[in-house]
T-cell receptor
Framework: DVKVTQSSRYLVKRTGEKVFLECVQDMDHENMFWYRQDPGLGLRLIYFSYDVKMKEKGDIPEGYSVSREKKERFSLILESASTNQTSMYLCASSAGTNSGNTIYFGEGSWLTVV | LAKTTQPISMDSYEGQEVNITCSHN???????ITWYQQFPSQGPRFIIQ???TKVTNEVASLFIPADRKSSTLSLPRVSLSDTAVYYCLVGDDSGAGSYQLTFGKGTKLSVIP
């Protein structure tokens, strides 16, 4: 089975802190994604990466950056956390970005910024 | 412009068949239609995928009409454990060289005893 592992399940951070959310996948997938999910808003794409060191902005990239130094690892960075970034963050991977490729999700990271 | 449109919520009694329809008027020729299920506090997981006509697996059926502008997820004889949010996903060619996969807001299905 494909496994997407997010390093932290629950985090509480202070406003202004730098936050790292780490994600690892074990299926040698080319593509990795970061989404955030808020009540009533569904899943919104923050960034995705189709190759090592490559990244593309999604629908809501403001306030976030990403890093993909190795194929299996995709990190989401909040340079200066703010309370409006309190949310659940979901990492995902797929073999391709064609809609015929299944997306595999991690269990999610709940971030609270106080 | 939303890629997909689904009802926000649906209620059903246990044992009934549930049909959730997704509208995707601007679907591209090479797009597949995929449905995901999400339980509270978990990431979404794949249910079923199709390109045209009908697809059936052990969990659900997917009906896609000839014009492919909509699709219907059919869950036979639902149980309480089918209470979840269901997402319909098609491709999203932004036209700027990047090809995203954008989820809509999903349909919250509540199964009632």
């Amino acid at each position: 089975d494909v496994k997407v592992t997010q390093s932290s399940r629950y985090l509480v951070k202070r406003t202004g802190e730098k936050v790292f959310l780490e994600c690892v996948q074990d299926m040698d997938h080319e593509n990795m994604f970061w989404y955030r999910q808020d009540p009533g808003l569904g899943l919104r794409l923050i960034y995705f990466s189709y190759d090592v060191k490559m990244k593309e902005k999604g629908d809501i990239p403001e306030g976030y950056s990403v890093s993909r130094e190795k194929k299996e690892r995709f990190s989401l960075i909040l340079e200066s956390a703010s309370t409006n970034q309190t949310s659940m963050y979901l990492c995902a991977s797929s073999a391709g970005t064609n809609s015929g490729n299944t997306i595999y999700f991690g269990e999610g990271s709940w971030l609270t910024v106080v | 412009l939303a890629k997909t449109t689904q009802p926000i919520s649906m209620d059903s009694y246990e044992g009934q068949e549930v049909n959730i329809t997704c509208s995707h008027n601007n679907i591209a020729t090479n797009d597949y239609i995929t449905w995901y299920q999400q339980f509270p506090s978990q990431g979404p997981r794949f249910i079923i995928q199709g390109y045209k006509t009908k697809v059936t697996n052990e969990v659900a059926s997917l009906f896609i009409p000839a014009d492919r502008k909509s699709s219907t997820l059919s869950l036979p004889r639902v149980s309480l454990s089918d209470t979840a949010v269901y997402y319909c996903l098609v491709g999203d060619d932004s036209g700027a060289g990047s090809y995203q996969l954008t989820f809509g807001k999903g349909t919250k299905l509540s199964v009632i005893p």
